[in-house]
Nanobody
Framework: QVQLVESGGGLVQPGGSLRLSCAVS????????IGWFRQAPGKEREGVLCISSSGGSIVYADSVKGRFTISRDNATNTVALQMNNLKPEDTAVYYC?????????????????WGQGTQVTVSS
């Protein structure tokens, strides 16, 4: 059974940092691209970052360039999203998702399994 479980969300002040983790099970992480997405209240879900099976990454959201990074550890079956210099507009529920086998990060429509999400709130 494919599962993705996010953790690490919480309340942080503007300028602060958080590290989200996506723990996966039920499949071999080595072979899949994993993406992070977010959905703010009243807004559509948007892609944030994606990491391919080979370790290359793509930034989907221009607003996070230079502040967010993505990494993967196939040995521990986790994908992390490091978020620095957080801003109030980063407030959202953050989801990790697994792409279809053989799919890359290039098409955001390729993601078929999703976690339940973790809330990130940036506020003073």
């Amino acid at each position: 059974q494919v599962q993705l479980v996010e953790s690490g969300g919480g309340l942080v002040q503007p300028g602060g940092s958080l590290r989200l983790s996506c723990a996966v099970s039920g499949f071999t992480l080595d072979y899949y691209a994993i993406g992070w997405f977010r959905q703010a209240p009243g807004k559509e879900r948007e892609g944030v970052l994606c990491i391919s099976s080979s370790g290359g990454s793509i930034v989907y959201a221009d607003s996070v360039k230079g502040r967010f990074t993505i990494s993967r550890d196939n040995a521990t079956n986790t994908v992390a999203l490091q978020m620095n210099n957080l801003k109030p507009e980063d407030t959202a529920v953050y989801y990790c998702a697994r792409a279809r086998y053989g799919s890359s990060c290039l098409d955001q429509g390729n993601f078929e399994y999703w976690g339940q999400g973790t809330q990130v709130t940036v506020s003073s």
